[in-house]
């Protein structure tokens, strides 16, 4: 689904790179950095290139994956992470989220991932996330689906288009210093 919201994006001018978190070796913590061996620091630099940050989970057990979890506790570093002004660095950078599974949570997870990220700094658009549940406990993936549903589809299209105008309007007139 990243993929897609991806895709989508390009559809207004917007290129970028899918990270999956889980292949890489991303140290608990709060911090920027948490020292030898972690990985976050390069996935750190990419986000930071970004004007638009995709923030993809699977469902799992009701809730965000773990990972997921992960990238907004290392997130949680970017207060510290300041301007002049004394704004956080991401402050002006846009947000959205896309939420798979075959069980609810999927307004659950937005919400909680949507709340993180504002506190973070970043900015959220309207209709800013997209999501697919399946039958509750099935068992067919997103990924199995012969042709995304035309709701997907639409919402995923309609949170590009928000996202991007979104981030312009950020990087042509950036929020005021404090």
Same mark, same amino acid.
């Given at each position: 689904m990243a993929r897609q919201v991806l895709e989508a994006l390009g559809k207004h001018g917007v290129t970028g790179d899918v990270v999956r978190v889980v292949d890489h070796d991303v140290k608990p913590g709060v911090e920027v950095d948490m020292g030898e061996g972690d990985a976050w620091p #390069?996935?750190? *630099?990419?986000?930071? +290139?970004?004007?638009?940050?995709?923030?993809?989970?699977?469902?799992?057990? =009701?809730?965000?994956?773990?990972? +997921?979890?992960?990238?907004l506790e290392r997130?949680?570093?970017?207060?510290? *992470?300041? !301007? !002049?002004?004394?704004?956080?660095?991401?402050? =002006?950078?846009?947000?959205?989220? +896309?939420?798979?599974?075959? *069980?609810? =949570?999927?307004?659950?997870?937005? #919400?909680?991932l949507m709340q993180g990220l504002n506190d973070m700094g970043f900015t959220i658009p309207a209709q800013g996330g997209t999501y697919w549940n399946d039958e509750a406990m099935g068992s067919r993936d997103y990924? !199995?689906?012969?042709?995304?549903?035309? #709701?997907?589809?639409?919402?995923?299209?309609?949170? #590009?288009?928000n996202a991007a105008c979104l981030a312009r309007a950020l990087r042509a007139s950036p929020y005021p210093s404090s």
């Open positions: #390069a996935i750190r *630099e990419q986000m930071m +290139a970004a004007d638009i940050l995709i923030v993809s989970t699977p469902t799992w057990v =009701g809730h965000m994956s773990s990972v +997921a979890q992960r990238v997130l949680d570093g970017e207060l510290s *992470e300041t !301007d !002049d002004s004394g704004r956080p660095l991401i402050t =002006g950078k846009v947000a959205v989220t +896309a939420v798979v599974g075959n *069980e609810d =949570g999927a307004h659950k997870i937005t #919400a909680d990924k !199995d689906l012969d042709e995304t549903p035309e #709701a997907v589809a639409s919402t995923t299209a309609t949170l #590009a288009e």
